[in-house]
């Protein structure tokens, strides 16, 4: 991305928080920026933010971890992928449904610097997150109704607050894996509709998103957002789009048949 200066200035030996590395997370790069967005103060300044988010995978509280940007957990990965722990280390052979039906990155409104309290359907409640009552368990299979978690989300009463708005796309070179606010997008709710994180989250419930968190892709553009599938191709997801086919795209090998025109 013609951004030698500020990779050879990171020390990939020490963590991306800490001050060795501060003159890359504080460098502020257009291209990670969607042009269409309309807010322009670093979320969390001084950091540098961005607009493009990792696709952690579908409905956490179905199958976690089932995205193509996920964590490794170098240092202990069984401990938090138990028998899945080879899911950590893929390739492209992996992603069994197939790289042209598989999300790699979508766009997230950035935060409110300032962490403003917004409010269910007002202008700004993309960018804020809100606590909703839904199964948060994460990793529960069949079971769980991830419709059900997004009637909880959509209904969240327009009296109720966000618990957060700052965090997302706050800081493009902190990848905490269970803080998925930051620089990551669940394909749980449909695109531009609420952000919510449950308190029933059997790992990390907070503003910061959690595993089973919804963290929606978000835009500015009317209809949509776009999206960058594993294949290298971008393609416009209406918000109409079902939540059924949503969810499919967002998981790289859980064999959803998707067909040519049903997104």
Request: glycine residues 10%; proline residues 6%.
């Amino acid at each position: 991305m013609e951004q030698t200066a500020a990779y050879n200035a990171f020390n990939f030996n020490r963590s991306a928080d800490l001050p060795p590395n501060y003159t890359t997370g504080f460098n502020k790069i257009a291209s990670l920026i969607c042009p269409s967005d309309s807010a322009k103060a670093r979320p969390a300044d001084p950091w540098g933010p961005s607009s493009y988010h990792g696709n952690h995978g579908g409905p956490g509280i179905v199958k976690n971890w089932s995205g193509t940007i996920v964590q490794n957990f170098t240092n202990n990965p069984a401990a938090w992928w138990g028998n899945d722990a080879q899911m950590a280390y893929f390739g492209f052979e992996s992603i069994s449904d197939g790289t042209s039906n598989t999300a790699l990155f979508s766009e997230k409104l950035l935060g409110i610097a300032g962490n403003e309290v917004v409010y269910q359907g007002s202008p700004t409640s993309k960018r804020g997150i809100f606590l909703a009552n839904y199964p948060g368990g994460y990793n529960q299979g069949p079971t769980a109704n991830p419709t059900a978690a997004i009637a909880a989300c959509q209904s969240i009463p327009a009296s109720q607050g966000s618990a957060g708005s700052y965090l997302s796309g706050a800081h493009y070179s902190l990848s905490y894996p269970w803080h998925t606010s930051n620089m990551a997008y669940t394909h749980f709710n449909t695109p531009n509709k609420n952000s919510c994180y449950t308190a029933s989250d059997t790992c990390c419930a907070n503003v910061w998103g959690g595993t089973s968190a919804m963290i929606t892709a978000t835009s500015n553009h009317p209809g949509g957002v776009n999206l960058c599938m594993a294949d290298g191709s971008v393609k416009f997801i209406k918000d109409t789009i079902s939540p059924q086919v949503w969810w499919a795209l967002g998981t790289k090998n859980l064999g959803e048949v998707l067909s040519s025109d049903s997104y």
